[in-house]
């Protein structure tokens, strides 16, 4: 058996592998997937959030939360401890590090390949469409807001959704509010939603040895921390006020 701490590891060791790997795919040169868009790569994460769920359940962290805004969002909720809090964020980016560095030796030689020291970074972490800080934040609030409030109704167990899903099939659920969120509030940021997922392969980027990489931009790396945080409240709090 493993533990929590290992779970989060390797459970959102996965989710950046692929997630981030998909992006890599679509945006450096003479890769196969090269241009083939936002659909692939919200899509993409999809897949990896469902990958990361089952592989977190099965080497010790049930919970599998693989994003501190969502654990977070448990501790407001009463049902998750501060210790273990504690211990899922940090399993969560060490994961999200060590899924990063993953995606560079993946991708090793395409970074010299590729000349725009921006696409290398949104390889690995977020930035927006257009840079207005407050706007931006609000639009990463929104976005995990939805992503931890929805998850709370998948799993309530009082009103119209009694009783939670079947064995199984709630990683399912969640991995399609992720696509949707993706393709339906993804435009202006990127969708973070994940404070883990977001600095934790910023960190990477800027300690990798990643050919023409240029900075990575630590001036709105507060914002996918700081937007999900907030999110991830807010939607606790509704949750408790409406019963779920």
């Not at 998750?80 to 980016?93: K, P, S």
């Not at 949104?122 to 469409?129: D, L, Y």
């Not at 709630?170 to 404070?195: D, F, K």
Request: hydrophobic share 50%; glycine share 14%; with cysteine.
């Amino acid at each position: 058996m493993g533990s929590q701490f290992l779970g989060e590891v390797l459970g959102t060791m996965t989710l950046i592998l692929l997630g981030n790997g998909v992006v890599a795919a679509v945006l450096l040169n003479k890769s196969k997937a090269q241009n083939s868009g936002w659909i692939v790569i919200t899509a993409g994460w999809a897949f990896a959030v469902l990958a990361g769920v089952f592989v977190a359940a099965a080497t010790g962290s049930p919970e599998a939360d693989l994003n501190p805004a969502v654990t977070v969002a448990k501790v407001v909720m009463g049902g998750t401890t501060v210790n273990d809090a504690v211990t899922r964020i940090a399993g969560e980016f060490l994961g999200a590090f060590i899924g990063s560095v993953l995606v560079f030796l993946t991708y090793f030689q395409h970074w010299g390949e590729t000349s725009d020291a921006g696409l290398k970074l949104a390889c690995h972490s977020t930035g927006p469409a257009i840079r207005n800080p407050f706007w931006n934040l609000i639009t990463e609030i929104v976005g995990t807001f939805v992503l931890v409030f929805v998850i709370f109704c998948i799993f309530a167990k009082s009103g119209a959704t009694a009783g939670a899903p079947a064995a199984g099939v709630g990683p399912y659920l969640v991995a399609m509010l992720v696509w949707g969120i993706g393709l339906s509030l993804g435009g202006p940021t990127g969708y973070a939603i994940n404070p883990a997922r977001d600095l934790g392969p910023r960190i990477a980027h800027a300690v990798l040895p990643i050919p023409g990489k240029g900075g990575s931009d630590w001036g709105y790396a507060w914002i996918p921390v700081i937007g999900p945080c907030i999110g991830g409240v807010i939607a606790a709090v509704v949750a408790k006020a409406v019963g779920l």
